[in-house]
C-alpha cells in the first residue's frame, strides 16, 4: 500500500530553527508537495520538490531524497505564526496525491 | 486575490437527510477536488472533475456523488447523511495536468450529522 509518515506533533521554541521530516512510500513519484495550514483555514502551498536536492525559499526550506523516498521542510527563524499544521503529500505514478496525516507545529516563545 | 469559496462553513443535519455543499472556483481552474479531513488521517479524495461535466471517483466515494455543470462550480451531494460522514470538507482546484499543479483550496466546511 501507499503510506506517507510524518510526525505528529513537534514543539520549537520562537527564533529557533525546525525540521519536519516525511518519509514516503508510493507506486511511483511524481513529485512532492509541503502545504501549511492554520487551524479552521484552507491548506495553503508552500514548496514543491520534483528533483534530488533543496529548495530554499525565505525561511522556509525543502529537501528531497528520491532513492530514500524522504523529505523534509525546514523553517528558519521561528515566528509565533508558524504555528500551523504542515502537510506533506506525495503524487503518484496515476498523478494523484497521497497525503501524510500532518504535523502540528507549536511554537512557544 | 484568487479564490476557492465553499458556500458554508459550517452546517448541522440529521441522518438521513440530503447534503449539498457548494464549490465555486473564480481561477478558470480545470481541474476540482473534494477532499474529507479528518483527525490523525491524510486528505482522502472524494470525486474529481478534470472538465465540465466529467466526474471520477477518488478513494472514498461511497455514500457521495457529485456534480459539475459550470466550469466554476463542483458540488459535493450526500444523497443520505449518516453520522460517520461527520468531517470537514475541502474543496480545491487547480490547472492543467502537468508541472507542479499547486492546489488552491476553500476554507472547509465543517458538517455534523447527528
Known amino acids: 500500500g501507499q503510506n506517507i509518515d510524518q510526525p505528529t506533533e513537534m514543539t520549537a521554541t520562537e527564533g529557533a530553527i525546525v525540521q519536519i521530516n516525511c518519509t514516503y512510500q508510493t507506486s511511483g513519484f511524481n513529485g512532492l508537495f509541503w502545504y501549511q495550514q492554520h487551524a479552521g483555514e484552507a491548506p495553503t502551498f508552500l514548496s514543491y520538490?520534483?528533483l534530488d536536492g533543496l529548495e530554499e525559499k525565505g525561511r522556509f526550506s525543502s529537501f528531497l531524497s528520491r532513492s530514500k523516498g524522504y523529505s523534509y521542510l525546514l523553517l528558519k527563524e521561528l515566528q509565533m505564526k508558524d504555528s500551523a499544521s504542515y502537510l506533506c503529500a506525495v503524487r503518484d505514478s496515476n498523478y494523484q496525491l497521497i497525503w501524510g496525516a500532518g504535523t502540528k507545529l507549536i511554537i512557544k516563545p | 486575490d484568487v479564490k476557492v469559496t465553499q458556500s458554508s462553513r459550517y452546517l448541522v443535519k440529521r441522518t438521513g437527510e440530503k447534503v449539498f455543499l457548494e464549490c465555486v472556483q473564480d481561477m478558470d481552474h480545470e481541474n476540482m477536488f473534494w477532499y474529507r479531513q479528518d483527525p490523525g488521517l491524510g486528505l482522502r479524495l472524494i470525486y474529481f472533475s478534470y472538465d465540465v461535466k466529467m466526474k471520477e471517483k477518488g478513494d472514498i466515494p461511497e455514500g457521495y456523488s457529485v456534480s459539475r455543470e459550470k466550469k466554476e462550480r463542483f458540488s459535493l451531494i450526500l444523497e443520505s447523511a449518516s453520522t460517520n460522514q461527520t468531517s470537514m470538507y475541502l474543496c480545491?482546484?487547480?490547472?492543467?495536468?502537468?508541472?507542479?499543479?499547486?492546489?488552491?483550496f476553500g476554507a472547509g466546511s465543517r458538517l455534523t450529522v447527528l
Open positions: 480545491a482546484s487547480s490547472t492543467g495536468n502537468s508541472g507542479a499543479n499547486v492546489l488552491t
Open positions: 520538490n520534483v
